[in-house]
């Protein structure tokens, strides 16, 4: 039976305006993109500098 675990690191949800701006070394991240906008989830300390808009107090969960 799966198990959630919850993520103790701080997360925000932001839109960037390019994906070279999201520096791809970082542990944790993960990008979404459509035809209209690039997201990004990271941790709070790993948001780019040039992000559109952004909203922190974010907590993820790992299936295991």
């Avoid at 103790?8 to 994906?19: Q, S, W």
């Avoid at 070394?25 to 990271?42: N, P, Q, R």
């Amino acid at each position: 039976m799966p198990v959630l675990n919850k993520l103790e690191r701080l997360l925000t949800v932001c839109k960037v305006k390019n994906i070279d701006d999201i520096d791809l070394s970082k542990e944790f991240y993960f990008i979404g993109k459509t035809d209209e906008e690039i997201s990004l989830v990271c941790e709070t300390n790993d948001v780019p500098e040039n992000t559109i808009e952004r909203e922190d107090g974010w907590r993820g969960f790992r299936i295991q």
